[in-house]
């Protein structure tokens, strides 16, 4: 009777222990989310000075981030960097374009949707050839690009909006103006991977259309 009870208390423990953990992985994100809006509005540049220094300081961590990474996953990595980048660059700007929290929340959403298109990317890149020549191109990971592209497409003519009404100097304007093009340039870019990735058929499709 005593091992029963022994038992069953060890399993209580280890239940506990499990959801335990798995709480503190759904709100870990958040967390890091809250520090990361905290730590932005502390970083809010001066001048436009201010904002090219922050930039290049921004990439300078971006390229050893990419460093760490396997050659084959650099080339990518970077172009969609360009998105985190002009999306942070642009935070630092909000007090000086007078934007408001609509305009930091599209920026969040911005910058965290490359962690998806970053995997989705991974996934049609390291797809074998023998594979899609038998099954076809990764639909499900191309319709996860788009979904990603379309709705930073509507949050990149917000910024576009935003960039528009801004009653500020024309430099600091022609600098957002910049940052907002790298972004959409990325944006085709993905939008041109995942088509082509869905037009990709499989054998039998390719039978079908001789027949």
């Known amino acids: 009777m005593k091992k029963i009870v022994l038992f069953g208390v060890a399993m209580l423990l280890l239940f506990l222990g499990i959801n335990t953990a798995f709480a503190q992985n759904l709100i870990a994100p958040q967390n890091n989310n809250q520090l990361q809006n905290i730590e932005r509005n502390r970083l809010q540049a001066q001048n436009l000075d201010q904002v090219e220094e922050m930039n290049q300081t921004r990439a300078r961590e971006l390229e050893q981030e990419r460093i760490q990474l396997e050659e084959k996953q650099q080339e990518f990595t970077q172009n969609q960097d360009r998105t985190k980048l002009g999306a942070y660059t642009i935070s630092t700007m909000l007090d000086l374009i007078k934007a408001d929290k609509n305009a930091e929340e599209a920026l969040n959403q911005i910058e965290n949707s490359v962690q998806n298109t970053l995997r989705a990317e991974e996934k049609i890149r390291a797809r074998s050839k023998i ?30 909006q935003i960039k528009n009404e801004c009653e500020c100097d024309q430099s600091l304007k022609s600098y957002l103006n910049e940052q907002i093009q790298l972004m959409d340039q990325e944006q085709e870019r993905l939008q041109e991977l995942a088509q082509t990735e869905k037009e990709k058929k499989s054998l039998w499709q390719r039978i079908k259309d001789i027949f």
């Open 131 to 160: 594979k899609t020549f038998f099954v076809g191109g990764d639909q499900r990971s191309a319709k996860d690009i788009e979904q990603q592209v379309n709705a930073n497409t509507l949050r990149l003519q917000q910024l576009n």
